[in-house]
């Protein structure tokens, strides 16, 4: 098991010493089985403000709580909340709300834009991800990539086409250090075929994979990263974007 550079040592065991609490919410009773993953807090706050989000709990970190809400959609109730930011956290948040029964998620996001052919605001809905961080090795044996779960992309697509809206299917760049993105590095990552780069989609493609729930997951292009500088292109502040993305997937969720 062991290995010269540690996080190649993958161990399958699917026990572990801490595990999540499958009780966690069990007062407010059942939880809506299918979930948004929203990483706008923006959009959270206007809907709090609008009065169309309810809490069904929290989760915890270092940094404080981080509230889940129930959401209305079509009549539906979904689970909604922010992951946090970066593979860890997310994806043990993640990991917290499959015990207590969440099986199926649509994610969205933004992200930062290797392809300059795809312009600030467009939807991309990921097909696969380069595993440039930490934690999808300790839910799946080392690989260059992990592939997102079909029904997820599915599901995203024909809720886009239903909707007339453009998108496009790309790969991601998975990576825990957004200060070392360098020139060489992102050639590579464009040789692989990645049109847009962000932290987590590697690690939530694992986990479904690792605990056999379904995930799919779509990002907004925002940020410029090409070897002439970087871009903000003011991705942050495209209010009308997030709160489509964000209604996108909560209609996306519906259709698993």
Request: glycine content about 10%.
């Amino acid at each position: 098991m062991t290995h010269k550079s540690p996080i190649l040592e993958f161990d399958d065991d699917r026990s572990a010493i801490l595990m999540p609490d499958p009780y966690r919410f069990a007062k407010n009773g059942p939880i809506p089985a299918r979930a948004v993953i929203c990483f706008f807090k923006d959009v959270f706050d206007t809907l709090l403000v609008e009065g169309k989000l309810t809490k069904l709990g929290d989760l915890h970190s270092e940094i404080g709580d981080h509230p889940v809400y129930s959401y209305l959609i079509d009549g539906k109730p979904i689970t909604v909340f922010h992951p946090g930011v970066g593979a860890p956290l997310a994806a043990g948040f993640l990991e917290e709300l499959i015990a207590v029964g969440v099986t199926k998620y649509i994610v969205c996001g933004g992200c930062g834009v290797l392809n300059p052919e795809i312009a600030a605001g467009h939807p991309v809905i990921l097909t696969s991800a380069i595993r440039d961080e930490g934690t999808s090795y300790h839910y799946l044996p080392p690989a260059r990539e992990v592939k997102a779960n079909l029904k997820g992309v599915a599901a995203l697509e024909k809720t886009f086409k239903e909707s007339g809206l453009e998108y496009r299917l790309g790969k991601t760049w998975t990576t825990d250090a957004i200060y070392r993105e360098t020139k060489g590095r992102r050639n590579i990552r464009m040789a692989d075929g990645c049109d847009v780069v962000e932290m987590e989609a590697a690690a939530f493609f694992a986990v479904a994979q690792f605990r056999e729930i379904t995930l799919g997951q779509v990002v907004y292009g925002g940020d410029l990263v090409i070897p002439e500088g970087w871009d903000g292109r003011e991705w942050h502040k495209r209010d009308d974007d997030r709160r489509l993305m964000f209604e996108m997937a909560a209609k996306a969720v519906l259709n698993l």
